[in-house]
């Protein structure tokens, strides 16, 4: 199956085109035009979205667990199109399209699942104890409820499992909520045949169209009037933390604020103890050389920091990152705006007081190879900007001079998605005066791994204090994402009659 664009934006159910396009910019393969979204068909599609809430909203769980499998189906019916458009415009690998697929279609069954189940509502039931002095109990239930309609950002780093239909869309249909998608301008492609696919199920599943909208563009103003359309409820975004704070600050100056549920940018440190790095430094390298440079090292839960401490384990900790990182050369990067952006990065690193080039070679328009660079903890200390996220495959190694000064680098940490601790059994004192830090500023701790891979479970943490993101009681990924898109509601001596279907 070939897929062409025609480049036009799904709105309520309708194939739309505007006047005005953009070309897209694929790593390889043939551009196209797309047409770039208004304000005028933001409108549309939220207001349609409003209505099909009232359907939507209220509908089965059933009925609403048989449309993400659909969903799922329908994906599975166009794999070998959306790998093809997908790597030609992302320049990722096929398998790494193949696999990001399987994890799509993978939580779109898992959220259906997860609904069937019923656990997520928390239904709780108080009931009336009319006898009770001096005043009479009410009958109180309680379930979590579907917000309304809600806007997505597709990321650019996952153009299926982040993006147009992925964790957050997913989460928000499982829980009720219709979407409005603004499409990320690096896949637009790849936007287009995800939107094909739900359009199939909503048809096959005889739903109202306005449960799914997706709307095209590299601008910012139909961007900003979709989050801050009156009846859009929630935003779920991942993405820079300029652009998720601009978003994230509109949210908050609506009349009505609404939550904006943030993936922003992370470094993911790593804390090594001082038995592993003797007995497995070399080894651990290794594994970080290719967690770091996995996806061209555009991955928000890249490991960007490894903290030592300072001697000659050390040393041969550097030099065994160097070999392994040196012959995995150039990779393409998404887009030239995140290879311009990660030139700069590395440049500001470069520049910095006190920090050393251990590994350097080039990086030309959208291909990027590895860095690394080692500093001292005194250093770290001294400049914020050491602790930066710089998107691509670039590590720095911190040497310490002690576990207390790895202690004070971990409590001026900002907020991450994870936390790494490398140990051996004899380093359990070590690790355990690390861990109520690091519980501290991140969503995930680990032990004797590496953060990139995020497992799509019941357990999944991704999320963190800011900026990790901006709300750190939230995941966007696994089935803990879904409850961003409900709100509880308690109902008071009303009639089981007329009660939601969850609550019957
Ligand atoms: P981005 O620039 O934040 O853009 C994400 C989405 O938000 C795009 O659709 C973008 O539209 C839109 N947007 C950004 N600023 C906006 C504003 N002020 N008003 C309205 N819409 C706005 O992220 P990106 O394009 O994916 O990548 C750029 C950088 O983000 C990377 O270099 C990296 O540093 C970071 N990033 C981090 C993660 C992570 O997981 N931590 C993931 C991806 C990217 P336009 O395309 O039209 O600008």
Not at 230 to 246: C, H, K, Q, Y
Not at 405 to 427: P, V
């Given at each position: 199956?070939?897929?062409?664009?025609?480049?036009k934006h799904l709105i309520?159910?309708?194939w739309v085109?505007?006047?005005?396009?953009?070309?897209?910019?694929?790593?390889?393969?043939?551009?196209?035009?797309?047409?770039?979204g208004?304000?005028?068909l933001?409108?549309?599609a939220?207001?349609?979205?409003?209505?099909?809430?009232?359907?939507?909203?209220?509908?089965?769980?059933?009925?609403?667990?048989?449309?993400?499998?659909?969903?799922?189906?329908?994906?599975?019916?166009?794999?070998?199109?959306?790998?093809?458009?997908?790597?030609?415009?992302?320049?990722?690998?096929?398998?790494?399209?193949?696999?990001?697929?399987?994890?799509?279609?993978?939580?779109?069954?898992?959220?259906?699942?997860?609904?069937?189940?019923?656990?997520?509502?928390?239904?709780?039931?108080?009931?009336?104890?009319?006898?009770?002095?001096?005043?009479?109990?009410?009958?109180?239930?309680?379930?979590?409820?579907?917000?309304?309609?809600?806007?997505v950002?597709g990321?650019?780093?996952?153009?299926?499992?982040?993006s147009t239909l992925?964790?957050?869309t997913?989460?928000?249909?499982?829980?009720?909520?219709?979407v409005v998608v603004k499409g990320?301008?690096?896949?637009p492609?790849?936007g287009e045949?995800m939107a094909e696919?739900i359009h199939?199920?909503?048809?096959?599943?005889?739903?109202?169209?306005?449960?799914f909208s997706l709307i095209q563009g590299?601008?910012?103003?139909?961007?900003?009037?979709?989050?801050?359309?009156?009846?859009?409820?929630?935003?779920?975004?991942?993405?820079?933390?300029?652009?998720?704070?601009?978003?994230?600050?509109?949210?908050?100056?609506?009349?009505?604020?609404?939550?904006?549920?943030?993936?922003?940018?992370?470094?993911?440190?790593?804390?090594?103890?001082?038995?592993?790095?003797?007995?497995?430094?070399?080894?651990?390298?290794?594994?970080?050389?290719?967690?770091?440079?996995?996806?061209?090292?555009?991955?928000?839960?890249?490991?960007?920091?490894?903290?030592?401490?300072?001697?000659?384990?050390?040393?041969?900790?550097?030099?065994?990152?160097?070999?392994?990182?040196?012959?995995?050369?150039?990779?393409?990067?998404?887009?030239?705006?995140?290879?311009?952006?990660?030139?700069?990065?590395?440049?500001?690193?470069?520049?910095?007081?006190?920090?050393?080039?251990?590994?350097?070679?080039?990086?030309?328009?959208?291909?990027?190879?590895?860095?690394?660079?080692?500093?001292?903890?005194?250093?770290?200390?001294?400049?914020?900007?050491?602790?930066?996220?710089?998107?691509?495959?670039?590590?720095?190694?911190?040497?310490?001079?002690?576990?207390?000064?790895?202690?004070?680098?971990?409590?001026?940490?900002?907020?991450?998605?994870?936390?790494?601790?490398?140990?051996?059994?004899?380093?359990?004192?070590?690790?355990?005066?690390?861990?109520?830090?690091?519980?501290?500023?991140?969503?995930?701790?680990?032990?004797?791994?590496?953060?990139?891979?995020?497992?799509?479970?019941?357990?999944?943490?991704?999320?963190?204090?800011?900026?990790?993101?901006?709300?750190?009681?939230?995941?966007?990924?696994?089935?803990?994402?879904?409850?961003?898109?409900?709100?509880?509601?308690?109902?008071?001596?009303?009639?089981?009659?007329?009660?939601?279907?969850?609550?019957?």
């Amino acid at each position: 199956m070939t897929f062409t664009p025609h480049g036009k934006h799904l709105i309520a159910g309708e194939w739309v085109g505007t006047e005005r396009t953009f070309t897209s910019s694929p790593a390889h393969g043939d551009a196209h035009d797309f047409s770039v979204g208004t304000t005028e068909l933001v409108d549309h599609a939220v207001q349609a979205a409003e209505e099909a809430f009232w359907s939507f909203g209220y509908s089965a769980r059933a009925d609403r667990a048989a449309f993400l499998n659909t969903i799922a189906d329908e994906i599975e019916a166009r794999a070998d199109a959306i790998t093809a458009i997908g790597t030609s415009e992302t320049g990722l690998p096929e398998g790494r399209l193949q696999g990001e697929r399987g994890r799509t279609v993978g939580q779109l069954r898992l959220f259906a699942q997860h609904i069937l189940d019923g656990a997520y509502l928390d239904r709780r039931h108080d009931a009336a104890l009319p006898d009770r002095q001096p005043l009479p109990r009410p009958d109180i239930k309680m379930v979590q409820r579907p917000i309304g309609p809600v806007a997505v950002f597709g990321a650019s780093n996952f153009p299926l499992a982040f993006s147009t239909l992925g964790g957050d869309t997913a989460s928000a249909l499982a829980a009720g909520c219709p979407v409005v998608v603004k499409g990320h301008a690096a896949h637009p492609g790849t936007g287009e045949i995800m939107a094909e696919a739900i359009h199939a199920a909503i048809q096959k599943c005889g739903l109202h169209a306005g449960v799914f909208s997706l709307i095209q563009g590299d601008g910012h103003d139909f961007a900003q009037a979709l989050v801050q359309h009156p009846l859009i409820n929630a935003v779920g975004f991942t993405g820079s933390l300029r652009g998720g704070r601009a978003l994230f600050d509109l949210c908050a100056q609506r009349p009505e604020p609404i939550p904006f549920f943030g993936e922003l940018g992370s470094v993911n440190p790593m804390f090594f103890m001082p038995n592993a790095l003797e007995n497995r430094g070399a080894d651990i390298a290794a594994g970080w050389a290719a967690s770091l440079t996995m996806g061209a090292g555009q991955f928000c839960t890249n490991p960007g920091i490894a903290v030592v401490i300072d001697g000659p384990q050390a040393d041969a900790f550097v030099s065994a990152a160097s070999d392994a990182l040196e012959p995995i050369g150039a990779q393409t990067m998404l887009t030239d705006g995140i290879a311009d952006a990660y030139r700069a990065g590395r440049d500001k690193i470069a520049g910095a007081k006190g920090v050393q080039e251990v590994l350097t070679s080039m990086c030309d328009s959208r291909n990027a190879t590895p860095y690394l660079f080692a500093t001292t903890g005194q250093e770290w200390l001294n400049n914020h900007a050491l602790g930066e996220e710089v998107f691509g495959p670039l590590g720095m190694v911190v040497k310490v001079a002690d576990m207390d000064e790895m202690r004070t680098i971990a409590k001026r940490l900002e907020g991450q998605l994870t936390c790494t601790l490398h140990m051996e059994d004899s380093d359990l004192d070590d690790a355990a005066s690390l861990l109520p830090i690091l519980e501290r500023k991140a969503g995930r701790v680990l032990a004797n791994g590496f953060p990139t891979g995020v497992e799509v479970c019941d357990t999944m943490v991704h999320g963190g204090p800011y900026p990790a993101s901006t709300n750190f009681g939230a995941t966007s990924v696994g089935t803990m994402a879904i409850r961003r898109f409900l709100r509880p509601v308690s109902y008071q001596n009303i009639p089981d009659a007329i009660l939601p279907l969850d609550l019957g």
